[in-house]
């Protein structure tokens, strides 16, 4: 039984920190947005795109609390708890940091675009690299899971 709230606690941080961060990151890319499209509604399929890339961390933190919660049975021993705990943190901690992060990129993109609209497609690149680490955490919390 201890094993199993260990590993539950630790899906539902993995879980709630990739969430977290997504909904920070998508606060900041939503208002600067709202700022850019107050003068030009025109711009909104530029920037949609940018506002939506911060989602994707929780996206994955919820796949990951899918794939780990699998695991987790009412006989684990506490090692066996630990061990899905520590599995599910790469994805936690590159969730919530990487979201937050990617945030405040794309919102400056979308800021640069409102200012130049051609550059929309170039500017994916920079919040996208960002979004590159969270595809990492995701990966190896799927290997250690």
């Given amino acids: ?7 539950i606690i630790g899906i539902a941080i993995c879980v709630l920190f990739c969430g977290i961060g997504s909904c920070l990151g998508l ?5 600067t947005a ?5 003068e030009d509604p025109k711009k909104f399929g530029k920037v949609m795109v ?4 911060p989602a994707t961390q929780g996206i994955y933190g919820f796949i990951i609390g899918i794939i780990a919660s699998g ?3 009412a006989a684990m021993t506490a090692a066996e708890g630990w061990t899905l705990f520590a599995a599910v943190l790469p994805m936690a901690i590159s969730g919530l940091v990487s979201a ?7 919102a400056n993109c979308i800021c640069a675009v409102g200012k130049q609209e051609s550059l929309s ?6 919040p996208g690299m960002i979004e590159f680490y969270a595809i990492l955490g995701l990966i190896i919390s799927i290997m250690l899971v």
């Fill in 100 to 106: 937050i992060i990617q945030g405040i990129a794309s």
């Fill in 34 to 38: 709202a700022g850019v499209l107050s």
């Fill in 27 to 31: 606060h900041k890319t939503a208002t």
């Fill in 121 to 126: 497609g170039k500017l994916i690149v920079y």
């Fill in 50 to 53: 940018l506002v939506l890339l």
């Fill in 71 to 73: 695991n987790v049975t």
């Fill in 1 to 7: 039984m201890e094993g199993q709230v260990i590993a």
